[in-house]
């Protein structure tokens, strides 16, 4: 979250701590950056920072930072529309449906982690006839049900991301070790 100051200088930007810090950028408000913030020099005591790309803390200290999400306007588009010149290498299905959770990942480079709508992946293949199967489970290396006894009918799908990536991580994390 930023705030414009000063025309052409810098801007105020909201990093968690007790007060906005300035960057060396001039920025649109509301605008979401990662910012690296540099340590107080000498005997100032004001905190600043550089708006850098969101890349740079996995890229300079390995540091998890998050992930990306990409919306597809069919299931078959999930894998066709792939950013990577690669493909992915690993993929993830999510459903009330699916297995437990495993104690271990093969390493990738790679991964995608699939949720359907309110209906689920079921629906999303149903809907989709560029696919030839049957059964969701069949596109993905794993099937996974992320919320075993959800107690619910649905899970909302920004629900179901934050308690995925939650249990996925530490099995992600050691996966590429």
Same mark, same amino acid.
């Given at each position: 979250?930023?705030?414009?100051?000063?025309?052409?200088?810098?801007?105020?930007?909201?990093?968690?701590?007790?007060?906005?810090?300035?960057?060396?950028?001039?920025?649109?408000?509301? &605008?979401?950056? @990662?910012? /690296?913030?540099? %340590?107080?020099?000498?005997? $100032?005591?004001?905190?600043?920072?550089? +708006?850098?790309?969101?890349?740079?803390?996995?890229?300079?200290?390995?540091?998890?930072?998050?992930?990306?999400?990409?919306?597809?306007?069919?299931?078959?588009?999930?894998?066709?529309?792939?950013?990577?010149?690669?493909?992915?290498?690993? &993929?993830?299905? @999510?459903? /009330?449906?699916? %297995?437990?959770?495993?104690? $271990?990942?093969?390493?990738?480079?790679? +991964?995608?982690?699939?949720?359907?709508?309110?209906?689920?992946?079921?629906?999303?293949?149903?809907?989709?006839?560029?696919?030839?199967?049957?059964?969701?489970?069949?596109?993905?290396?794993?099937?996974?049900?992320?919320?075993?006894?959800?107690?619910?009918? @649905?899970?909302?799908?920004?629900?179901?991301?934050?308690?995925?990536?939650?249990?996925?991580?530490?099995?992600?994390?050691?996966?590429?070790?």
């Amino acid at each position: 979250m930023t705030e414009k100051v000063k025309k052409g200088t810098f801007s105020m930007v909201d990093v968690g701590l007790l007060r906005p810090i300035p960057v060396d950028s001039l920025l649109q408000a509301g &605008l979401r950056v @990662t910012v /690296e913030v540099i %340590d107080p020099v000498g005997d $100032s005591k004001k905190v600043r920072g550089n +708006v850098v790309s969101p890349t740079t803390p996995v890229q300079t200290k390995g540091t998890y930072w998050g992930y990306t999400v990409r919306c597809a306007e069919s299931l078959g588009a999930v894998f066709t529309q792939c950013p990577y010149k690669e493909g992915y290498d690993l &993929l993830i299905g @999510t459903s /009330e449906r699916g %297995d437990q959770i495993p104690n $271990s990942l093969p390493s990738f480079k790679h +991964v995608l982690v699939t949720f359907g709508g309110l209906r689920g992946l079921e629906m999303a293949l149903e809907s989709d006839d560029s696919l030839k199967v049957d059964d969701p489970a069949l596109l993905f290396d794993f099937y996974l049900n992320t919320c075993p006894g959800q107690g619910s009918r @649905t899970i909302r799908t920004e629900e179901a991301i934050l308690v995925t990536m939650s249990a996925l991580s530490p099995i992600i994390q050691n996966a590429n070790c």
